[in-house]
């Protein structure tokens, strides 16, 4: 522990007041975006190599860096994220500590578990945003769809009404408000 206790209290704060102003207030431009961000990789580097060393359970922020990366920035972002975070491991075996082994590895393990973990997050994030995007184009032309049979339905001179299996009217035309001799809507209406 580099830093000490008011080290590590001060970079706690730092962590709480930059998750605070993201959380109130989120990047509106890329800049913001990155400048954020950056914090967020600066804190975390701060406190692997003053505060505790990078082979902790606190490594696991480092797939939800990378996975915010890749979100604002796509690849690009990702790569950044990935050479800094590996960065972080070299400085903490090179300088905090030279020539033991067992850290080596234990670092080296936790930055191949990061990186194997991030991209599995990425994955399911872009399986989502795609299963998202193909619901949305899905209801985009169900409605075109619907549109199309409300333009025929109400264009026929003869009167129509479809109802639900339980009676409840779902569609009708104009006609069929002239043969019932009404203006109100009947939808969800019962037939009868």
Known sequence: NLAGPIGFIIIMILFFLVGLSQRLKPGQTAIGSTIRLAEFHVLTAAYFLLVSGVFNPFAACFPILMASSSIYFEKVGLRNSIIFIFIIVLIDIALVHPGNIS??????????????????????????????????????????????????????????????????????????????????????????
């Open 103 to 192: 850290i080596l590895v234990n670092n080296l393990t936790i930055f191949f578990a990061a990186i194997i973990t991030g991209i599995i997050l990425i994955a399911v994030n872009r399986t989502h945003e795609i299963r998202k995007q193909k619901l949305f184009e899905s209801v985009v032309k169900e409605s075109l769809q619907r549109e199309r049979v409300a333009a025929i339905v109400n264009n026929l001179t003869d009167a129509i009404i479809s109802t639900d299996q339980d009676g409840i009217i779902k569609v009708y035309n104009a006609a069929s408000l002239n043969l019932l001799d009404t203006n109100q809507d009947l939808n969800g209406k019962n037939i009868d």
